[in-house]
Structures are given as structure tokens and as C-alpha cells.
T-cell receptor, first 114, second 114 residues
Framework: QKEVEQDPGPLSVPEGAIVSLNCTYS??????FMWYRQYSRKGPELLMY????GNKEDGRFTAQVDKSSKYISLFIRDSQPSDSATYLC??????????????FGKGTKLSVIP | DSGVTQTPKHLITATGQRVTLRCSPR?????VYWYQQSLDQGLQFLIQ???????AKGNILERFSAQQFPDLHSELNLSSLELGDSALYFC?????????????FGEGSRLTVL
């Protein structure tokens, strides 16, 4: 079983739809949870960052963490064509020598159709 | 623009060869990370340097090595290249050793091994 599982999609939705992206994980040591967005031919960029279980909202984006179920979600409201990208979940735990190691999901490719 | 610069953007080489990828982190960032991204494996952590010292190692092959120089730029050396080494190689930086997840990625170096 991989540490982080993410459905690769692709996911295609009409403009204005609500999008739900999910990841599950198996490592209880993960403490911090993130969503990165990666546009084609670009590097990933941090979109959302959460620590505790619960919801965190930022504009049209809501990140949800359920540590008891080892499940995280990203919701995008009123999706726009500019949201078309690959979304990667990421989780971190303490690594060696005091550093943190990020483990990424494989990413879900999202297309928002005008 | 994340502020992280990677060169070259594209590289085509033959099996058995050696290449060097270069990364300049954001101004003031002391940590540099190298990641490999392929379609089947997703984003895989290779190695982390902090202020010139190796601090964490991931799934880095023995044929690969890296270093961080006094001016904080970093190089990833890939030798005895195999077809399977074809991938996107990303450099990321962050200000501190123990950043819990906010990394700033460059645009990547696309390596093709023929």
C-alpha cells in the first residue's frame, strides 16, 4: 500500500461546477497537509496548507482534513477554466536531522470546460 | 514566478552519459530540495541540502549525487544514465531547515535519455 493514494483522473467538469479532489494516506506520522497546483510545463505551487483536522477556506477553495479517517479533500467552488491544472496532495512528517519530508500524491488532472 | 531558477530547461542525451542540473534558490532560502517527477511514480523526493550540508535523503540512486555550494546554488549530477531516468527534475527551496511544507518550486529540467 502506497503511503499516499490519489485518483489520477482525469476529471472533466463544466465551468461553475463544484470540484472535489481527495487523497487517502496510511502513515499516522503525517502532521501537515497541503494541496499544490501544477499547471502544464510549470512547477508545483502551494495552494492550501492545513495542520489540524477540520476545514480551512481560502476564497473558492476549501481544504478538509479528517485525521481519524486519514483522508483529505480539496473543494473548488464555482470552478473556472483557469483552475484547469493537476492538483497534488502532499503531507509532511519529521524526517532525519530535524527536517521535514514531503510525500506527494501522484496528482489529479482537472479540466474545467467553458 | 517562484524565484527559483533551474537550468537547463530541456536536455536530451544518450544512455551512459552524465549530466548536471543546476538550481538557484530564492534569495535568502537556505534549504534546497531535489525532486524527480515521472508519469508512473509522481513527484519523488531525492535529497535535501541546508546551508551547504546534506540533511535528508529520499529515493536517490547511487548514480545520482548533489551538492550545495557556498552561494547556496545547488547541482544535481546524474551519471551512467538509463532510459528510465527520463523525467522532470524539480528543484525547490525554502527558508529554513524544518519547513513543514511550503516549498517554492522551479519550473523544472526535462531530461530525455535516448
Amino acid at each position: 500500500q502506497k503511503e499516499v493514494e490519489q485518483d489520477p483522473g482525469p476529471l472533466s467538469v463544466p465551468e461553475g461546477a463544484i470540484v472535489s479532489l481527495n487523497c487517502t494516506y496510511s502513515n499516522s506520522a503525517f502532521q501537515y497537509f497541503m494541496w499544490y497546483r501544477q499547471y502544464s510545463r510549470k512547477g508545483p505551487e502551494l495552494l492550501m496548507y492545513t495542520y489540524s483536522s477540520g476545514n480551512k477556506e481560502d476564497g473558492r477553495f476549501t481544504a478538509q482534513v479528517d485525521k481519524s479517517s486519514k483522508y483529505i479533500s480539496l473543494f473548488i467552488r464555482d470552478s473556472q477554466p483557469s483552475d484547469s491544472a493537476t492538483y497534488l496532495c502532499a503531507m509532511s512528517s519529521v524526517g532525519g536531522a530535524g527536517s521535514y519530508q514531503l510525500t506527494f500524491g501522484k496528482g489529479t488532472k482537472l479540466s474545467v470546460i467553458p | 514566478d517562484s524565484g527559483v531558477t533551474q537550468t537547463p530547461k530541456h536536455l536530451i542525451t544518450a544512455t551512459g552519459q552524465r549530466v548536471t542540473l543546476r538550481c538557484s534558490p530564492r534569495s535568502g532560502d537556505l534549504s534546497v530540495y531535489w525532486y524527480q517527477q515521472s508519469l508512473d511514480q509522481g513527484l519523488q523526493f531525492l535529497i535535501q541540502y541546508y546551508n551547504g550540508e546534506e540533511r535528508a535523503k529520499g529515493n536517490i540512486l547511487e548514480r545520482f549525487s548533489a551538492q550545495q555550494f557556498p552561494d547556496l546554488h545547488s547541482e544535481l549530477n546524474l551519471s551512467s544514465l538509463e532510459l528510465g531516468d527520463s523525467a522532470l527534475y524539480f528543484c525547490a527551496s525554502s527558508p529554513r531547515l524544518a519547513d513543514t511544507g511550503e516549498l517554492f518550486f522551479g519550473e523544472g529540467s526535462r531530461l530525455t535519455v535516448l
